[in-house]
């Protein structure tokens, strides 16, 4: 009898350890999903680039001739064998009175530390705020959406139907009758399966609240 018990206990004790590590690792794989692309993209807690993304950034691109890139906002990470960085960058072609774009820069470094740009996909959106920028347009003193700007996308798209809006990066605002906002934004079709994209939205925001999308650009795979 007191082995039949004894059985009777130690299976128990089993089952019980099995629920529990169902449950963490439920629970960690959730935890995990909060800031995951589609794809295997991490987001970053904050898009401020450091200086491991600026050195990362200026030996992928030391050997490209015509154009030099700032990072402007680290946007995504991906563990491969290596590691892929995607970064927000202004490109500016080297020629006189060139005018700076937006783009998303994605740069892989292998196990070695070598690293490489493996794609690029470009836009028409002008920078519109930095050193010799005129319009009124400045650079935020950090690229993470305020609740301001936050709010401002949510008021200006929310009868925008077919596609959801999710402010990414702040990169610049301009103080008139209100407020101007120039945002970095994944965009995502309301229909199943759908892929995020990114944009470049200009937000105007008026004295009373009221706001509205004023310009888009869409970022595309560079030819």
């Known amino acids: 009898m007191k082995k039949v018990f004894a059985i009777i206990l130690v299976a128990a004790m089993i089952c019980t350890l099995t629920a529990c590590t169902k449950k963490n690792v ?19 807690d904050s898009t401020e680039v450091t200086d491991e993304i600026r050195e990362l ?7 490209l001739l015509g154009a ?10 991906q563990l491969v064998a290596g590691m892929n960085y995607k970064v927000l960058c202004a490109i500016t072609p080297v020629t006189p009175n060139a ?21 690029i ?20 003193e950090t690229t993470d959406v305020t609740d301001e700007a936050k709010a401002a ?16 990066a702040l990169l610049a605002t ?16 309301v229909a199943p399966g759908a892929e995020a994209n990114y944009v ?13 999308v004023t310009e888009t650009f869409d970022l595309v795979a560079a030819e």
Request: charged share 20%.
């Open 174 to 189: 301009q103080l008139v009758s209100g407020t101007n906002y120039c945002l970095l934004c994944e965009v995502t079709a």
């Open 26 to 44: 439920e629970t960690v794989t959730e935890e995990e999903t909060e800031n995951t692309i589609v794809g295997g993209w991490t987001k970053p």
């Open 68 to 77: 030099e890139y700032t990072p402007i906002a680290f946007i995504g990470s």
């Open 153 to 168: 996308l949510e008021k200006a798209t929310e009868k925008l139907v077919g596609a959801e809006y999710a402010p990414v």
């Open 57 to 63: 950034v200026a030996k992928a691109t030391e050997k």
């Open 121 to 140: 996909m470009d836009s028409e959106a002008e920078v519109l705020a930095g050193e010799g920028m005129l319009g009124g347009w400045t650079m935020p």
């Open 200 to 212: 470049i939205v200009h937000v105007c925001q008026d004295l009373n609240g009221n706001a509205e």
């Open 99 to 119: 005018t700076a774009h937006y783009a998303v820069v994605v740069i892989y470094k292998d196990l070695e530390g070598n690293v490489e740009i493996t794609s």
